[in-house]
């Protein structure tokens, strides 16, 4: 496994965690071996489970416990846990089956060497590219990615705006950009900056505005500003979909994550 696939990983899990250590009703226990998010809100996107290194037999007790953490809350089936190529995944699938949990959902983690960014002639006219500087950026943020899930989430913009001081604060490792059309917003990407590698994610448009180039424009603006500013490599996590789309940018599928739910889910 080479050294940006493992950094890859240490990204994501330490992206779970950013904004839930500053909720005052979230539980993170973050060790080596095993990372459990609470963010203290009822959705599995921000409640997570990660970074898992325990053997199915002799970590038995500690697994079950994570679960259990979760499914004795009142919505017991609103987290997720995520298997990495060096997380668990082929070790911890039948462990988890047995224990209640089924497969979701399954992504490739895609990385692309910045040295290797050539992208000229995205310009979209009238769209102005901004990174969020203060809360009403958040807002904005959250309010269009909420949207863009289905159903909407409806906690979304509280997770995001509860945690809006520690996201614009200078030198934060989380970067959020917005794009606007004549003052609305319609498109929006998130970085994620930690152990030499930019994690990318919530690369979303306003569904009733696609095909007009609004969301690439936002991934290829948050790419460069990670070039900018010395990154040497990206990630991002593609599904079945997106895959291509990133293959032609230059990414290259450097492993694969599995997200586990409760089976009542």
């Avoid at 079950?64 to 997380?87: M, V, Y």
Wanted: proline residues 5%; hydrophobic residues 45%.
């Amino acid at each position: 496994m080479s050294a940006a696939a493992k950094a890859m990983e240490a990204n994501l899990w330490d992206h779970f965690a950013f904004l839930a250590k500053g909720r005052k009703d979230a539980v993170v226990q973050d060790t080596p071996d095993l990372l459990l998010v609470d963010s203290g809100l009822p959705s599995d996107h921000f409640n997570k489970i990660g970074r898992c290194a325990l053997h199915p037999r002799f970590g038995a007790a500690r697994i079950e416990a994570a679960i259990n953490h979760f499914r004795q809350k009142s919505t017991p089936s609103a987290f997720t846990w995520t298997l990495g190529t060096l997380s668990g995944r082929g070790a911890l699938d039948a462990t988890l089956t047995e224990l209640g949990m089924t497969p979701a959902n399954q992504t490739w983690g895609m990385i692309l060497p910045l040295k290797d960014l050539r992208l000229s002639g995205n310009a979209v006219d009238g769209l102005d590219i901004k990174q969020v500087s203060n809360k009403q950026g958040v807002t904005d943020f959250a309010g269009l990615v909420s949207g863009a899930i289905k159903p909407p989430n409806p906690h979304l913009v509280d997770f995001y705006t509860d945690a809006s001081i520690a996201i614009v604060t200078p030198n934060a490792p989380m970067k959020l950009y917005v794009g606007y059309v004549d003052g609305k917003a319609v498109a929006t990407a998130e970085t994620y900056y930690a152990h030499g590698v930019v994690g990318l994610s919530n690369i979303v448009a306003d569904a009733a505005l696609s095909g007009k180039g609004y969301a690439p424009a936002l991934l290829i603006a948050a790419l460069r500003d990670a070039k900018r500013t010395g990154q040497t490599t990206a990630f991002v996590q593609a599904d079945a979909a997106s895959k291509p789309i990133y293959e032609r940018i230059g990414f290259k599928a450097a492993g694969q994550f599995t997200d586990y739910r409760l089976a009542s889910h």
